[in-house]
């Protein structure tokens, strides 16, 4: 599938990407959606932030997001508050040194870290929410001028 992007990360409008330098992330976020639908939505969300450490950091954080949503066999349209949830304690859960989950092991990710990547999967549905909610708004009737 081909896409094309305004952020990109870097890569002028109207130019075909074809990868971006997530910060030693293994896939983007827009490669790892489950349709295009919600690869435009995912494209068109980092391409709304001015910063591009902002669209990097969102970027890799959706990366983690979208994979263990799909790890839970769950499309992202579907997710629901308790699967948000899961996410944030999968985030925080105590693991050992490998990365397994240990009683006495230190948390997978700081509690900024964890604000962070929550506030990207938080920003991404409000602004689909925000999008969709704009487009099926009723038009105005428009007035005939006396």
Request: aromatic share 8%; with cysteine; glycine share 4%.
């Amino acid at each position: 599938m081909r896409q094309w992007s305004e952020c990109a990360f870097g890569t002028p409008a109207g130019h075909q990407v074809v990868s971006a330098n997530l910060s030693g992330v293994p896939a983007g976020p827009i490669a790892l959606a489950p349709d295009a639908e919600f690869a435009e939505l995912i494209d068109d969300f980092l391409a709304s932030k001015l910063s591009p450490r902002t669209r990097e950091s969102y970027a890799a954080d959706l990366v983690i997001f979208l994979t263990w949503i799909a790890n839970r066999a769950t499309h992202p349209r579907d997710v629901s508050r308790p699967d948000v949830d899961r996410y944030r304690n999968w985030l925080g859960e105590l693991v050992d040194d490998t990365g397994e989950t240990a009683a006495n092991g230190h948390p997978r990710y700081a509690p900024a870290t964890i604000a962070r990547k929550l506030t990207a999967v938080r920003s991404l549905y409000t602004t689909s929410l925000s999008a969709a909610l704009w487009l099926d708004r009723p038009r105005p009737a428009s007035r005939a001028r006396p």
